[in-house]
Nanobody
Framework: QVQLVESGGGLVQAGGSLRLSCAAS????????MGWFRQAPGNEREFVAA????????YYADSVKGRFTISRDNAKSTVYLQMNNLKREDTAVYYC??????????????????WGQGTQVTVSS
């Protein structure tokens, strides 16, 4: 069992920045590909960003490409999502996810093995 705990969510004005963190329990963090997803009210949960086990490769949804950056620190068992130039449409609950297979966290076609509890990000004008 892996537990994921997000932090860093909050209220920010459009054009501002926010950094989310996701701390993982256990001693096998490097065995998991990690991803970020988000869900706005009335919408389906959508893929945002993913990173491979070593951090060598990253993947992004077109809607956030160029604005968001995913990174990880395996020594700290933590994955980050740096969000810049935030827009109103970025408002959602953001979830981190972990899975041994990259495919599970790099799209919305299959469910990852582990989810965090979610953190609210609200972008205002």
């Amino acid at each position: 069992q892996v537990q994921l705990v997000e932090s860093g969510g909050g209220l920010v004005q459009a054009g501002g920045s926010l950094r989310l963190s996701c701390a993982a329990s256990g001693r096998t963090f490097s065995s998991f590909a990690m991803g970020w997803f988000r869900q706005a009210p009335g919408n389906e949960r959508e893929f945002v960003a993913a990173i491979t086990k070593s951090g060598a490769n990253t993947y992004y949804a077109d809607s956030v490409k160029g604005r968001f950056t995913i990174s990880r620190d395996n020594a700290k068992s933590t994955v980050y999502l740096q969000m810049n130039n935030l827009k109103r449409e970025d408002t959602a609950v953001y979830y981190c996810a972990a899975d041994g297979r990259l495919s599970a966290v790099s799209s919305s076609t299959r469910a990852p093995d582990y989810w965090g509890q979610g953190t609210q990000v609200t972008v205002s004008s």
